[in-house]
């Protein structure tokens, strides 16, 4: 029986038209979908340049350009997927939805268009409901469709225990991990989606909305930051509590390296106590005094730890004085408190960007979800990893040995940009979850498009004109303003760029923020972790902000440091750049960026 595919250039098309030609729309491809032979329905133009076009009536004026299979194109999936994928493998059966024109102009566009292998994307119907949910939500349906290859892991009917699909950007781990809870949630269990931070938790719950249509099935599965779970799990033990400021903080740790001595800085201590001591869970002195510090670069003698310990008792007795906490010290309290109970709230937590978490954070999750089939579904891609935390899940009882599947194929962005982006990553080995070494070794991309462009100007000015013109052209082309994306690695530059873009007339939203979705959105690097956009503008990708600095420990104070930064301001630049589906563009003043030199001139 005959399939009907929406190309999905169409849905941002179809999200312009007139009310009562969409509904004209809607009813055309209902009857394709109803008839046993609908191609009877489409007409085949006399002057065609590609021999697989069809006319489709809509209604008296308006007509779809259908291209039909014909032995020459449309890639198929089983039948109880629903997939997102370019046209390649030949298919009987599936016709694809290409436009809708006014009638004069569909046999126009017969005339002049020819189509090649791998040149639409599309997504397939199955039913007229599945229909309406697709051209009901423009932008945000090609991010719902699985693959085949994806499907498999999300629909497997039990995990014997945690599980873990990882995969370079693009691959369809977080749409996986959402159709996993969307599953485990149908069986009537409450499901926790988990991840980093609040926005990618807000952007989770937004797609969790398109995904799931059943009310009572979507209000079985909580979206929570994991920083936010630890609060309330606090809050409900013994009220509101308090997070300390950041800045008071840093003075906090510069006032015990001043008083200290011996060279060492307010960040080598902070981070001593966040990546060795909470870390390890390590709760006396003795215990810090013999542990290994793995990944901390710069040795210590026991008499120098012995000062680090007695540091960081000073800067968490204050912090108990004012009763305040860190995140990471809310989530060891959560923990605790957890444990206590022996009461665990979920019956499945499904971790999405689970690289960057930190050892605290998922021995919380350990304690927040009952060991057992499905009780934790993993989702990470080490290559990604913008903070730095690093974690072997075996060391905290989490063992996905077995139960862990690798995605290659790449599903939004063109094979151009990731040939431009994978470069600026560099040569350095990447470990992931499991302490195996991680590789991007067949990662590839079936869809093709533009090469990124980069663009150096002058001086800043410049820059956010170019910029300016840039997201214009998109818009232009017929690019939905919230499908843009705009991001710079400090936020006093996303402000100036956003100030220029209001100037201009375009209409601007954070990233962060909870303004109007017709809108541009910007933030910086680590804000675009786990977004998608159709089309992606890098500014400020220049010497001196891209490493940015401050987040570079000079290799005089620890060389292991100093290169763990660099490699993960490399990673920051990647994510960012590796948002867009068809579009990037990369600018900057003065000279580029260091990293630049490793991804191809454009």
Known sequence: MARLAISKDFLAEYAKLDRDVQVAVDAAVAKFARHPYPAQHLTKPEHSRDDRIRIMPVNGRWRGVVLAPAATGLATAPSQAVASTPLSNPAADTYCLVTVLPQDQADAYATSHRFGVSQLRVTYVSGPDEQ???LAHPFEAWRTFLHPSQREVAYHASYAGPAQVTGGPGTGKTV??????AFLAERGAQVLVTTFTGNLAVALAAQLDVLVQDLTVRNRIEVLNVDRLAYSVVKLARGTPVIADGRVQQARWAQA???IGLGFTPAFLRNE?????????????QAYLICPRTGRGRPLTKAQRAQVWRAVQRVTAELTTTRESTHLQLADEATRLLWQVARPRYRHILVDEAQ????????????????GPDDLFIAADPHQRVYDNRVSLASLG???????????LNYRTTQEILNWAVPLLGNEPVTGLDGEVDSLLGYRSPMHGLAPQVKMAANRTEELALLTERICSWLADGIE????????????????????????????????????????????????????????????????????????????EDAAAHAQDLQRERCVLFVACTRARDHLYVSGTGEPSPFLQSAPSR
């Open 132 to 134: 309406q949910r697709i």
């Open 257 to 259: 390296a001043a008083d």
């Open 273 to 285: 106590w966040e990546q060795v001591i909470l870390a390890k869970g390590l709760r006396t002195e």
């Open 481 to 556: 303003l919230n499908a843009i994306g705009v991001t710079a690695r400090s936020a006093a530059l996303v402000r100036e760029a956003r100030t220029a873009l209001e100037a201009a007339g375009i209409a601007t939203v954070s990233l962060n923020g909870r303004g109007s979705t017709k809108a541009v959105l910007a933030g910086t690097m680590h804000a675009m972790k786990g977004l998608e956009f159709q089309a992606v503008a890098a500014i400020g990708v220049e010497q001196g902000l891209v490493p940015a600095s401050a987040a570079v420990t000079p290799q005089t």
């Open 356 to 371: 960057d978490l930190h050892p605290s954070q998922w021995r919380l999750l350990r304690a927040a979800v009952a060991p």
């Open 398 to 408: 989490i063992t996905v040995r077995g139960r862990s599947r690798r995605l290659s």
């Open 176 to 181: 996986t991990l959402l159709h996993r809870a």
